[in-house]
């Protein structure tokens, strides 16, 4: 009995280990953000929209992507943006984007 006991402990253990491992492995930390960018052009806008995308994940990759183009410790997914002319600055446009933490 105290030998099934014991068996039955491991078993629950290691599905415990298994799935809390599963778990991670689904849980993987993508998140999508948006926000908003206004400038003299399109392109300048777009810019604007990935800088905010950037800002609000994690300054120290804004930071990176700034100098170097590249955002260390994450993947900066394709954005989409929805663009028009108007707002304070001549275009305005709304953006997304998934973002994963590598």
Do not use: H
Request: hydrophobic share 45%; charged share 20%; aromatic share 12%.
């Amino acid at each position: 009995m105290i030998g099934f006991k014991k068996a039955l402990i491991a078993v629950a253990a290691v599905s415990a280990l298994a799935l809390s491992s599963v778990g991670a492995a689904e849980a993987k930390t993508c998140f999508k953000k948006a926000g908003t960018g206004e400038a003299g052009s399109e392109a300048d806008a777009k810019f604007q929209v990935d800088e905010v995308l950037l800002q609000a994940t994690d300054w120290g990759a804004w930071a990176a992507w700034m100098s170097s183009g590249k955002t260390p410790g994450y993947t900066f997914g394709p954005r989409k943006y929805k663009c028009a002319k108007g707002g304070s600055w001549g275009w305005k446009c709304y953006g997304q984007a998934t973002i994963c933490k590598l």
